[in-house]
Nanobody
Framework: QVQLVESGGGLVQAGGSLSLSCAASGRTFSWYHMGWFRQAPGKEREFVARISGNGRNIDYADSVKGRFTISRDNAKNTLYLQMDSLKPEDTAVYYC??????????????WGQGTQVTVSS
C-alpha cells in the first residue's frame, strides 16, 4: 500500500485561500488514482475531488466546483488541493486517499491522517 501524509490545513477567513498537500510514499505514486474527501463534525465523509493516475481526468463535487483545484506532481509523489473563495461550510477535516477511480470512500484503500481546515465567517 501507499502511505499518505497531508499538510497545509489551518484557520482562514471566509473568502480566503488555503493549499493542501499530500505526500505519498511506499509504492509507485502514478499507479494510483487520488482523491480528496472531507468530514465535518456529525457528518459522513464526503467526496471533494479526484484525479487520475496520469492527471488527465479530474472531477469535483458540485459544492466546490470553480473554487477548488486538484493537481498532482508524480515526480514529487505529491497531491495538491488549492482551495479558493472558502466558505464556512468548507470547515472539515480533509483527507487524501489513494485507490480506484470512484467517488465513494469505499473506492479508496489508503488514507492519510487528515488535516483540519477551519473557515471563519
Amino acid at each position: 500500500q501507499v502511505q499518505l501524509v497531508e499538510s497545509g490545513g489551518g484557520l482562514v477567513q471566509a473568502g480566503g485561500s488555503l493549499s493542501l498537500s499530500c505526500a505519498a510514499s511506499g509504492r509507485t505514486f502514478s499507479w494510483y488514482h487520488m482523491g480528496w474527501f472531507r468530514q465535518a463534525p456529525g457528518k459522513e465523509r464526503e467526496f471533494v475531488a479526484r484525479i487520475s493516475g496520469n492527471g488527465r481526468n479530474i472531477d469535483y463535487a458540485d459544492s466546490v466546483k470553480g473554487r477548488f483545484t486538484i493537481s498532482r506532481d508524480n515526480a514529487k509523489n505529491t497531491l495538491y488541493l488549492q482551495m479558493d473563495s472558502l466558505k464556512p461550510e468548507d470547515t472539515a477535516v480533509y483527507y487524501c486517499a489513494a485507490g480506484d477511480w470512484g467517488t465513494s470512500a469505499r473506492d479508496f484503500g489508503s488514507w492519510g491522517q487528515g488535516t483540519q481546515v477551519t473557515v471563519s465567517s
